[in-house]
C-alpha cells in the first residue's frame, strides 16, 4: 500500500515485477532492449524533476496552463488555418456520449450503427456544401486532405509525374505535399502570385502533359478568392485535375467548387464546431465526382435496407490495404478524425441552412468593417481582389514586436504573412462572426498606437 502511495503512477510492486519478468523469460527489464545498439543507449540516469504528489501536479499544471491565453479572454484576430469560431453548446455535451467519445475506427462497422449514420449524415454535408458527388467519412486534416488528393491524381492521370500548387494555399499545406511527393516520389512546382492570387499566366507556362493534377484554395491563405472558373478553363486543354483546398464556412456564400469545375475538394471542417487548440487536432474531408469514387482514401459509409426493409448504414468503399488485397489499393490511410467529422455535423445541423450563411456574412460584414476602419487610418491593404473573413495589411514594425505589443493591451494580433506575400511585415488579420465592433475600433486604435500610425 505504501509503495503504491509513493508510486501513484507507477503501481507496479517489484514483486509484480518479477513475476511478469518471470513469465517471459527473461532476468530483467534491460534484457527487453537488447536489440538497441548500446552506443545509442543513455547510461546516464535522466535529469528529471522530482516525482509530484496528485495536489501538487494539478496546482503545477494550472501555472503552467494560467500562462497560456485563450479566445475566452481577449479578443483574436488571428487565422491563418484556425479560426476563433461561435461553437454551439449543443455540440459538447453529444460528442461526449461515451457511445460517440469512446468509438474508434468501425472495424466490425455494421454492429456500429450510430456511428455509421453520424458519418453518413456528415459526408451527405459535405457533399451539399461543395456540390460534389461523393464524400469520405473523414481524413486527419485539411493538409492531409491535400497531399491525398494530389496521390490521387497522380494515380489516375496517365503518365503524369508532376503536382502544381499554388503559394496561395497554406504553407503547412505546401510542406506537406511536399512530404508525400517526396515519398511518392512526383515532382511539386509552386505557381507565382500575382499580387493577391494566382498568377493565371504562370499556370498557364507551367501546364503541360506531365501535371496531375492543380491545387488552389479557396479562399486562399491571404484571404483573397481565387476565380476557380478561369483557372478551370485554362487547363480545359489538359487532363490534369483541378483540386480545390476550400474553407466550408465560406461556401455558405461562396459559389461550390463542385459547380465551378473542381474534380476534387477538400478542407478542413474547423470552423464547425471543432475548438481552437494548439491548432490541432482538427478534421479533414474529402469529396469528389463518381468517376474517382473507388480511388478515393479512407472510406464511405452508405446507407441501404435491411432483410426487414429497415433503413441501414454500410461501409461501402475502403481503399485501403487492410480491407483490399494489397496491390488493388490506392492509399494506406487508415484512421479518421470521426469525434470531430460528429462535432461539425452537430454544429451544422444547429446553425441550419440560414445560419450557416449568416454566420459567413457576418464574416464579411466584419472583415470588411475592420479592413475599412485600418485604411481610414492610413493603413495599406494588400488585398486587390475580393476576400472573405482575412486579408493582408503592411506594417512600419516588425510583426513579432507589433504582436507583443498588441497582447499587452489585450489582444491578439494577426500572422506574419511576409513569406507568402514576399512584402516585409505583412500582417495576416482575420475577423469573425464573434468580433463585436467595439472589439473591432479597440483593436484598430491599439494598432495605430503600436504601429505608430497617427
Known amino acids: 500500500m505504501n509503495y503504491l502511495k509513493k508510486f501513484r503512477y507507477l503501481p507496479h510492486t517489484e514483486e509484480d515485477r518479477k513475476k511478469m519478468l518471470d513469465t517471459i523469460g527473461v532476468t530483467s527489464v534491460d534484457e527487453l532492449y537488447e536489440d538497441v545498439p548500446q552506443a545509442v543507449r543513455t547510461k546516464e540516469v535522466m535529469n528529471l524533476p522530482k516525482e509530484l504528489s496528485e495536489l501538487e501536479l494539478l496546482k503545477h499544471t494550472r501555472q503552467l496552463a494560467g500562462k497560456n491565453t485563450n479566445a475566452t479572454q481577449v479578443p483574436y484576430f488571428i487565422g491563418a488555418g484556425t479560426y476563433d469560431h461561435y461553437i454551439p453548446s449543443i455540440v459538447q455535451p453529444i460528442i461526449s456520449r461515451q457511445e460517440f467519445l469512446t468509438a474508434y475506427v468501425p472495424y466490425q462497422p455494421e454492429i456500429s450503427q450510430g456511428e455509421l449514420q453520424a458519418l453518413f449524415e456528415w459526408q451527405s454535408m459535405i457533399c451539399e456544401l461543395t456540390q460534389m458527388e461523393v464524400s469520405n467519412c473523414g481524413m486527419y486534416d485539411g493538409y492531409n486532405a491535400i497531399a491525398e488528393a494530389a496521390n490521387l491524381a497522380i494515380g489516375s492521370v496517365r503518365k503524369s509525374s508532376k503536382i502544381l500548387i499554388s503559394k ?95 474534380d476534387i475538394v477538400v478542407g478542413d471542417v474547423q470552423p464547425f464546431g471543432v475548438p481552437m487548440s494548439y491548432g490541432g487536432p482538427h478534421c479533414g474531408y474529402f469529396a469528389t465526382t463518381k468517376k474517382l469514387m473507388r480511388k478515393i482514401p479512407s472510406r464511405i459509409v452508405g446507407q441501404t435496407n435491411d432483410e426487414n426493409g429497415q ?102 494580433g494577426g500572422y506574419d504573412a511576409s513569406d507568402s506575400t514576399g512584402v516585409v511585415n505583412s500582417y495576416l488579420l482575420c475577423a469573425t462572426e464573434k468580433r463585436t465592433k467595439e472589439e473591432i475600433d479597440a483593436f484598430v486604435s491599439s494598432l495605430v498606437e503600436v504601429n505608430g500610425h497617427a
Open 168 to 262: 496561395g494555399v497554406n504553407p503547412q499545406g505546401i510542406d506537406t505535399l511536399k512530404t508525400y511527393g517526396f515519398g511518392k516520389e512526383y515532382d511539386i512546382e509552386e505557381i507565382s502570385l500575382n499580387n493577391d492570387t494566382t498568377d493565371i499566366n504562370q499556370l498557364k507556362e507551367q501546364l503541360d502533359d506531365s501535371v496531375a493534377a492543380v491545387i488552389i484554395q479557396y479562399p486562399n491563405f491571404l484571404g483573397s478568392i481565387e476565380d476557380l472558373k478561369e483557372i478551370k478553363e485554362t487547363m480545359s486543354h489538359t487532363k490534369a485535375l483541378l483540386i480545390v483546398s476550400a474553407n466550408p464556412l465560406a461556401l455558405g456564400v461562396l459559389e461550390a467548387p463542385g459547380n465551378l469545375g473542381a
Open 311 to 412: 433503413r441501414g448504414f454500410v461501409m461501402t468503399l475502403a481503399t485501403r490495404e487492410q480491407h483490399i488485397r494489397r496491390e488493388k489499393a490506392t492509399s494506406n490511410y487508415s484512421s479518421n478524425q470521426a469525434l470531430y467529422a460528429l462535432a461539425s455535423a452537430i454544429a451544422m445541423s444547429a446553425l441550419g441552412r440560414e445560419g450557416i450563411v449568416e454566420m459567413a456574412r457576418q464574416n464579411i460584414n466584419k472583415s470588411h468593417y475592420l479592413k475599412a476602419q485600418l485604411e481610414a487610418k492610413g493603413f495599406k491593404v494588400l488585398n486587390k481582389s475580393p476576400f472573405f473573413n482575412e486579408f493582408v495589411v503592411q506594417l512600419e514594425q516588425s510583426v513579432k514586436e507589433v504582436n507583443i505589443a498588441l497582447h499587452q493591451k489585450g489582444f491578439i
